[in-house]
């Protein structure tokens, strides 16, 4: 079975489809011609804490930039940023476009979590037959549409919490040609490592520059006697950074408020 590409569709194309996602990236690029960094937090497996480390980020970069950070959660399934940023719908629409919750410290965030039920899943309205072949694109458009429909306004940084796996770094690049790098996230171990690998690799491949790995559990401290304890075994952060050529970041223990101020000066 092969397949054609819009541009190789002789005749005129009834459906407008290639006009509209040209107007739709070009609207995406006017958004976030007043942001001055997008940045991708992106992971090779869930339970790692991306998000986590994405609102710690973004909570600590907003002490440096009051009022221009903002958050998009394009976990869309398994949104949990805003909650951790304290950012609450409902949200605000006028002419100007979806204007994103914001959290302390003037953290803009946009989430499915404001579109949502509480304890209500992600569903789509596609075609009963071949769903799967639908869902991938209607995720693509919901991202789409969170870059070019919300008033990002001018921000020094946009942090885009990707889901986990590889996917969404490639869909991201398409969509943001002027991204800055990805930030990855991983935990100590070896499993770990190979699935964060995976996704670096195919963030390269999209043309993605890799801006260095945060490893997250690393060790935890007792609260009885203070001293310090592995987690999880293994090295997967200083593995990546040297398979990768890329800075470790940072290494975050458990159960403690991350000391993210390096990662933000890295960004800055």
Known sequence: MTFRTYAQVAGADASGLADQVAAQRA?????????????????GKGGVGKSVVT???????AARWPDRVGVLDADLRSPTVARLLGAAG???ITEAGVHPAIGPGGVRVMSTEFLLDRGRPLAWREPDAERFVWRGALEVGVLREFLGDVAWGELELLLVDLPPGA????????LVPDLLGALAVTIPSDEARHSVARALRAAVEAGIRPLGVIEN?????????????????????????????IPLLARLPFGEGPDVEPIVEALA
Do not use: I, K, N, W
Not at 31 to 42: I, T
Not at 55 to 61: I, M, W
Not at 167 to 174: E, F, M, R
Not at 217 to 243: I, K, Q, S, V
């Open 27 to 43: 609207q995406v690029r006017e958004r976030l011609h007043a942001v001055r960094r997008v940045v991708a937090v992106m992971s």
């Open 55 to 61: 609102a710690a980020l973004a909570a600590r970069a």
């Open 90 to 92: 409902p949200l605000r």
């Open 167 to 174: 996917d969404g770094v490639a869909d991201l690049a398409a």
């Open 217 to 245: 559990m690393a060790g935890y401290r007792c609260p009885g006697c203070g001293e310090a304890h592995t987690l999880f075994a293994g090295d997967a952060g200083a593995a990546l950074a040297a398979e990768f050529g």
